[in-house]
């Protein structure tokens, strides 16, 4: 067998050895160089598979085809060592064929001299015997190496030449297809398996994978179609919404406003939620009549008129504990008209258009109220006021008086004294129409003496201001729900007992009194009060204007007619036939004893108090009785010095001294009121003037 005659061998060297004894081969007999050598082979790849060592073993093979190497090389030289992983197919063999053969040494002699066959280590079961017994395929290998062993022959280069190509393609049959087939049959089947098993195993992977990939697609695509019903959906949605939002929301309302209104305390955020309730009651009773009429407003009316009838009662509860808190002793309204009333003035007009008879009786309990809260107050002025001390001007204080007399009743009086005909710094209270009412506390502490000018002030200054932040107030709170009609009856219903009050109070302060000056000056506040009123635009408070002068201006006359009438007596007392009498009476008599013609003390009076009443009355117009009543005091003065005149005598000196008398007391007057302008000033200038010319004095 070829393996025996390849075991045989004897370890190559690079010159050709004497052929040993081997078995019949058909082929040629040819050098040893061909035997398996531990030459080096080729080296393999760390990731190289049995099938690439296959075809790395073939390319010794391949490099027969390859040009002639130069003399003395063999094909061992040209295979590269194998790596140290890869068993040497000779042992193999040997494995497989039960003998060991030395590479080294052809032959193991033992101590007698005789070839001993070594004992393989393992057997293999897959050695083709050809239908022979072990011991029978022994012996015939053994007879048939021994019968045909003979003597090699000599071989010479061009023989070996010839037959290198058959022993290339013998080699290469060796190792493709001969006895090494098993190895590489078991080495494939090896691998073949592990790569089945492999391969099992990554289509089973793949598999799997391609199951789960599957599922994935599947459930990606019903995320697809159910992405794209939803997108439908919405789209439906925000259709529907665009056309159903609108009235959706007029017929719905937020659990926040209702919690708010039924729950939540009275504030701004209180105020807020009830617009809300307001508008959402104006939009279900819009769509519940009318032609596009929504079924829906029915199923909340209910609800509507109950959270409606809950917001009535907490602001009816709202405005009765406000009201109640007015009546409480020193507390100011109008802080809680602004802090509580006109803050929250939004909740009497939902009372008023939801409830009008509830709305009504509110209203009519804060004018109950109020009008006690004035009355009362202005009482207690009142009396403040009634404390303050007044200079008491009577019949004694008159022009053609006796002021022997007055300065008699001064005397025994507590009063001290003063000058009732002359305006002097009274007429400051005009000057300062913004000054602030008097408090009550110092009216009631105050020492001083006053004019009666002064009570009038301070008590109609708090009414009218009083009076002006209350309609204001009124206008404000009732509006829009309340029509300014019924508003300003409101505001007299709560007043007229105020202002009738003032009435009172102002003719008890001129009832008895004889002080024009401070007569006139009541009218001229009560004017300034007027002009104040119709800046303010509170028209209301003229009723009250036109009382007070109604009481005033009467009384001005009369003591107009007082001074008049007391020049009148003094006209009668001056006879010509006693001018003593007369001029003793009206302190006429100078210190030598004779008649003066300085002015009389009645014309000096009677400037004084001209003087003053014409400063008052620069803007009075004509249908004032300031002009009458001046006039008839100018004729009974100027009836009252001619009278006197008429005590000079008939003479020409006592007509010189008459006239000098009468062109004194002209001049006095002229100069007196020289400095005051008006209508009425200029017509007794220009009167006195022509008095003055007619006497013949420049």
Known sequence: MWLDRLSGQSTPSASPTPPQKRSYSPAPHRSSNLAPTNAIRPPYGPRTSSLGLVSKANTSTASLNSPQLPHGSSLRQQISPPPADVTNPLDVLEQLLG????RRSPKTKDSDGAVAARKPLELEEDIDFDGLSLHTFAENDGRQGANEARPPAAQTVEEYEAEKDKFEDLHKSILVTGNLQPLFSLVSLTIYQACDDVLKSVQTSLTSFQHDLGAVSAEIETLQSRSTAMNTRLENRKTVEKLLGPAIEGVSISPTIITTITEGPIDLSWVHALNELDRWSKLVDAKSKGEHKISATSDVKPMLDDLINKALERIRDFFVSQIKALRSPSINAQIIQQQSFLRYKDLYGFLARHHPTLGEEIGQAYINTMRWYYLSNFSRYRQALEKISLFVVD??????????????????????????????????????????????????DNKQTHYLETPFLHYNLALIDNATAEYTF?????????????????FSAIFSPTFALGHEFTKALVEESNDCLGILLCVRLNQHLAFALQKRKVPVAEGYINGTNMLLWPRFQLAMDMHAESIKRATSAATSSTRGGAASALGLSSGSGGQSTAPHMLTQRFAQFLQGVLSLSRDAGDDEPVGNSLKRLR???????????????SASEGARKRERFLGNNYSLVLMVVGDVGGRLAEEVKERFQGLKEGTGEN
């Open 635 to 649: 004729g009974e003065v100027e009836a009252f010095l001619n009278k006197v005149a008429k005590g000079f005598g």
């Open 99 to 102: 003998k060991r053969t030395d």
């Open 395 to 444: 019949k004694n204080d008159a022009i053609g008086s006796d002021q022997s007399a007055q300065r008699a009743a001064a005397t025994k009086g507590s009063q001290p004294s003063h000058d009732a005909l002359s305006l002097g710094r009274r007429m400051d209270v005009l000057k300062r129409p913004s000054q602030a009412a008097l408090p009550s506390h110092i009216a009631e």
């Open 474 to 490: 009124l206008a404000s709170f009732f509006s829009p729900a309340v029509s300014f009609p019924t508003i300003s009856r409101h």
